[in-house]
């Protein structure tokens, strides 16, 4: 039982974290703009080391010990396929191309920052996709 909740508990800060972080550092680029952006990128850093980082080991940990001890194969079991791929597929995309372009934002400024945001928007909201197939692969399965 502590660990499906913490599985569950892990997804909802994860998947949580990315989307409502990608809405309002949106919203606030728009409203104060490039200049005022740094505090805003320091916080998007500690967010994703506490949340995306954090919610996402607990995820991938709880997630295996629960498929043991339920004695479902990993790779076998369709839906935990899917989820694994989703989960890696958004990781990769994190640590490859998001990551860098955080560390930009926190030191960048002009073109370079307004270059690092675009890049780390238009990945952010892609690296969302296969988080979200998994959450429908786990979440609908049968059986």
């Given at each position: 039982m502590v660990w499906r909740f913490a599985h569950v508990f892990a997804a909802v800060l994860l998947?949580?974290?990315?989307?409502?972080?990608?809405?309002?550092?949106?919203?606030?680029w728009r409203w104060d703009g490039p200049a005022r952006f740094r505090s805003v990128a320091r916080a998007i850093w500690w967010t994703d080391v506490a949340c995306t980082l954090g919610g996402g080991t607990v995820l991938t940990i709880a997630?295996?010990?629960?498929?043991?001890?339920?004695?479902l194969p990993?790779?076998?079991?369709?839906?935990?396929?899917?989820?694994?791929m989703?989960?890696?597929?958004?990781t990769a995309i994190w640590l490859v191309v998001l990551?860098?372009?955080?560390?930009?934002?926190?030191?960048?400024?002009?073109?370079?920052?307004?270059?690092?945001m675009l890049q780390w928007r238009l990945w952010g909201w892609l690296a969302v996709v296969p988080l979200v197939w998994a959450l429908w692969a786990m979440t609908t399965a049968r059986g």
């Amino acid at each position: 039982m502590v660990w499906r909740f913490a599985h569950v508990f892990a997804a909802v800060l994860l998947l949580g974290n990315v989307i409502v972080t990608g809405l309002w550092a949106e919203l606030l680029w728009r409203w104060d703009g490039p200049a005022r952006f740094r505090s805003v990128a320091r916080a998007i850093w500690w967010t994703d080391v506490a949340c995306t980082l954090g919610g996402g080991t607990v995820l991938t940990i709880a997630g295996v010990v629960r498929a043991v001890q339920l004695g479902l194969p990993l790779w076998e079991t369709p839906w935990l396929r899917s989820g694994i791929m989703g989960l890696g597929l958004s990781t990769a995309i994190w640590l490859v191309v998001l990551v860098p372009a955080q560390r930009r934002m926190l030191v960048a400024e002009g073109a370079a920052l307004r270059a690092a945001m675009l890049q780390w928007r238009l990945w952010g909201w892609l690296a969302v996709v296969p988080l979200v197939w998994a959450l429908w692969a786990m979440t609908t399965a049968r059986g």
